[in-house]
């Protein structure tokens, strides 16, 4: 057992970096000095908040209702987490496709003055009578924490009330935290709390648990149950596409791992100091090296170290003539990447696969995880730009028209009205991971580069909202402090 809870706020770890612009080397060498410090921004034009987050990482759970205790707009990010739910569906064979069930309270200047804790109790009690789920999770904003609703006693309450439907409240207030992972571990803390409770249950043998997030496609699904059958795993996915039933499992599992790297690398901390069950934290597979990484990190928690050797032979003796042929399309071409941290190192190490040259990399937290991975980066590329950002698109539209990348790999929208051939990683549609998704992956961005077609019209029809002063501008002039 800890000795001290984590409070689920990333920055409450020591070392957890956001808000900078440097080089590859610099951050690098800074970081080790113990020279890099919390910076802020003078300017910013948006910012991811933790409660999209803590929706988006459950809303494709089965059986459930999810009440907003905020503004309408707190929810209109949720959209993109609502796609990918109705597209996971139609992957997964379902014919009747479903929305989830979202109910926003729809805060006002009312509600701020006089309190909003009565328009929560309605909504629960409405969604519950209306929809008879078996979990209802109520989510905190920036105004319900900041007018003082208590969601924990209106959770409890209603629960008496409804002892067929478990109350889950959930502390992702936005100003908690400047880093949206923290929405992640508000999540989780709460499911620890409110459904698995520390109960110990019995072993299953061969049971992990694999946690994904949403952009997480059907196809690399398949593709990381595909290679832990392997080694004589079975799956327990979660919490994506899960279920009040998968869910109470967790404790059964013999060892946890994660699809991507900051998803679920603290509540699987949690889960080894509460439930005993060890875990591998390692890196996102995505690509030759890191997939192995991946490969190998749960292989060894669970003993299976001589097995996955011969695994990964075998499946490199199948796909490393395949890459050589992506290679020879894609030899030498320099490529920017913007993706969540977990995403966007997995990214830049893939490339080299290729024979590509990074030239920026833009990711919004920097800690321990992600020094590792910039001195594995700067072993293979000899300079490029990082953008600690979280969601600064005026700052890769600057960098992004000065470097002058032949492709732009991550989530593609400010990038492809550049001109520039744009693929994208944060996709929930199409295979990324593991050894068949490099492939997938490799093809889609040489054949985006032959045919560049749709971007370089783009760019002639629209325009960013940037006056052509700002591309002269230094990038990273608004960021103060950060080393």
């Known amino acids: 057992m800890a000795e001290v809870q984590y409070s689920g706020v990333r920055e409450s770890r020591p070392g957890r970096i956001n808000d900078l612009g440097t080089t590859g080397k610099e ?14 921004r003078s300017f910013a034009q948006g910012l991811q908040c933790q409660q999209i987050n803590s929706m988006a990482a459950l809303m494709s759970l089965e059986d459930s209702v999810f009440i907003s205790h905020s503004p309408q707009g707190c929810v209109g990010c949720s959209i993109m987490a609502v ?9 997964r064979g379902i014919k009747n496709i479903k929305n989830p069930k979202i109910i926003v309270t729809n805060i006002d200047q009312k509600s701020v003055v006089f309190g909003g804790e009565q328009k929560l109790r309605d909504s629960v009690k409405k969604a519950v009578e209306q929809y008879n789920p078996k979990l209802a999770f109520i989510y905190a904003s920036c105004a319900s924490g900041i007018i003082g609703d208590d969601i924990d006693a209106i959770a409890s309450d209603l629960q008496q009330e409804y002892p067929d439907t478990i109350m889950v409240p959930i502390h992702c207030e936005g100003f908690k935290s400047k880093i949206c992972a923290s929405g992640f571990d508000a999540a989780f803390l709460s499911i620890n709390k409110y459904i698995l409770k520390k109960e110990k249950v019995p072993k299953e043998k061969g049971l992990v648990n694999l946690f994904a997030p949403t952009t997480v496609s059907f196809a690399d699904q398949k593709e990381m149950e595909r290679m832990l ?11 994506f596409y899960s279920s009040l039933e998968k869910i109470k499992k967790i404790p059964a599992a013999e060892a946890s791992t994660s699809i991507c790297k900051v ?3 603290e509540f699987m901390k949690s889960l080894w100091e509460d439930y005993e069950i060890p875990y591998s934290h390692t890196v996102m597979p995505i690509g030759i090296r890191n997939t192995d990484k991946w490969y190998r990190g749960i292989a060894k928690v669970l003993g299976k170290e001589k097995e996955v050797e011969e695994i990964i032979a075998m499946e490199h003796k199948r796909i490393e003539p395949l890459v050589a042929e992506i290679r020879e399309r894609l030899q030498g071409k320099r490529v920017f990447i ?27 937290t920097y800690d321990d995880d992600a020094q590792a991975d910039m001195e594995y980066l700067n072993g293979i590329h000899k300079n490029f730009v990082v953008d600690i950002a979280n969601m600064q698109p005026f700052e890769q539209a600057n960098l992004v028209n000065r470097l002058k990348p032949d492709a732009f790999i991550g989530v593609p929208e400010w990038a492809a009205k550049l001109g520039i051939p744009t693929t994208h990683v944060l996709d929930g549609k199409r295979p990324t991971m ?8 490799g093809n889609k961005i040489a054949d985006q580069l032959q045919n560049p077609g749709f971007n370089v019209k783009l760019a002639k029809h629209v325009r960013l909202p940037y006056k052509d002063s700002w591309y002269e501008e230094n990038a990273f002039k608004y960021i103060e402090g950060g080393a």
């Not at 951050?27 to 000095?33: G, L, P, S």
């Open 27 to 40: 951050v690098e060498e800074n970081f080790k000095k113990g020279c890099l410090k919390r910076a802020d």
């Open 83 to 91: 796609d990918m739910y109705r597209v996971g569906q139609a992957h």
């Open 229 to 239: 059958s392997k080694i004589g795993i079975r799956v327990n996915y979660i919490p």
């Open 263 to 265: 998803f679920a690398d």
């Open 338 to 364: 913007c993706g969540g941290t977990g995403r966007s190192f997995a990214a830049a190490a893939l490339i080299d696969d290729f024979g590509m040259e990074l030239v920026g990399l833009e990711t919004p």
């Open 434 to 441: 593991g050894y068949d998704g490099l492939l997938y992956l």
